[in-house]
């Protein structure tokens, strides 16, 4: 009878234990095929993901009461086309997210590899999300330099405080000089009712993994907004990137890099949703000795997603890009892999489309 008493209550404080913390698994699958002409024309699967990017990961949190929570997340980019992971081209590895930390009444703070704070407080007013042949190039375009995730880092998010929120992230650069490939950023936003606005800023420094020129100094800032009205969303965007010393020439070079979309998202009966957006893009560069023309773009986009249920969903965009002064912003730089093959045509301009399905788990 002790033995049975024993056993019961070693269940009962397990069974506690356990309802006091929980690990979800969750994941995104999304693939379809993409047709792409410039001078080219290359068609095929979609390798990162159309509508939103696929992915899969862990998510986990423990109360330690009192208020306190410790939490992980790990987080891995895949291709469904061949189930590779879309950022090393190999095996499964956590290059989306991975961290671990601590929250509560003060906010959280996070510990590793995250999408940062600027980041996340402006690209949501993208029509298409940062995802897809449609997405704005405004965080995408190598020369820039610019990477939405920042690693080796310790994140704070603030708590809400009647809509206005504020995150910050630290990038410890792990070099013998404390100052290379260090990334400082902040961004704060303010969500009320119809009404949203995001304001974002970076400092990279002696980074060149992002850059195919060679970042030095890259300084970034940008701010968005939207409002609702119910029959449709309308929403815009302004980023502006300087990188200085990038390696273009002499000391003291420098690439700037301007873009603004707007954008527009409509629903359409009860499962249906409208995209439209319209980016333009601006780069010039000041290099010692040499005068350099203003490099300018443009893009369309265009979408339809069809929702057949809460997790499952088919969509379809169309995006057409024209460059101007041999500028060379390629949408299919969005494509990932074989699909930028197509390149541009003789006036600089390039058509894409995209169709496929997305699920949730």
Do not use: C
């Not at 527009?264 to 995209?275: N, Q």
């Amino acid at each position: 009878m002790k033995k049975s008493l024993i056993a019961l209550a070693v269940l009962a404080a397990s069974g506690a234990a356990m309802a006091q913390s929980s690990v979800t698994l969750y994941g995104v699958l999304d693939t379809g095929l993409t047709y792409s002409k410039g001078d080219e024309s290359v068609y095929g699967m979609t390798h990162v993901g159309g509508n939103v990017n696929s992915r899969l990961g862990f998510r986990g949190v423990e109360d330690l009461g009192n208020g306190l929570k410790a939490t992980f997340n790990l987080e891995a980019g895949m291709g469904v086309d061949d189930g590779t992971d879309y950022f090393t081209g190999n095996g499964m590895a956590f290059r989306r997210t991975s961290t671990v930390g601590l929250e509560g009444g003060f906010g959280s703070v996070r510990l590793g590899r995250m999408l940062t704070s600027s980041y996340l407080a402006v690209n949501r007013y993208d029509a298409f999300g940062d995802t897809g042949i449609g997405a704005s190039l405004a965080w995408n375009i190598p020369q820039t330099g610019y990477a939405p995730r920042t690693e080796n880092a310790i994140s704070y998010t603030s708590p809400n405080f009647s809509g206005f929120k504020i995150g910050a992230e630290y990038g410890f650069g792990e070099q013998q000089k404390a100052s290379d490939k260090r990334y400082i950023g902040i961004g704060a936003t303010y969500d009320n009712g119809p009404l949203s606005l995001g304001l974002g800023f970076d400092r990279l420094n002696g980074d060149t993994r992002n850059n195919t020129v060679g970042t030095e100094n890259l300084t970034t800032w940008h701010l968005g907004a939207a409002y609702n009205f119910g029959v449709a969303k309308l929403m815009g965007f302004y980023k502006q990137s300087k990188d200085k010393d990038a390696g273009v020439g002499a000391a003291g070079d420098s690439v700037k890099f301007k873009t603004f979309g707007l954008g527009v998202t409509a629903p359409v009966g009860a499962a249906g949703e409208v995209r439209a957006s319209y980016n333009h893009y601006r780069l010039s560069a000041d290099v010692t000795g040499f005068s350099v023309p203003t490099f300018k773009a443009n893009q369309l986009s265009l979408g339809y997603v069809h929702n057949l249920s809460k997790r499952t969903a088919l969509y379809g965009t169309y995006a057409y890009l024209k460059n101007k002064n041999d500028s060379g912003v390629n949408m299919g730089l969005q494509l990932n892999g074989a699909m930028s093959g197509a390149g541009l045509s003789d006036s600089g301009a390039q058509h894409g489309l995209q169709v496929g399905v997305r699920h949730a788990f």
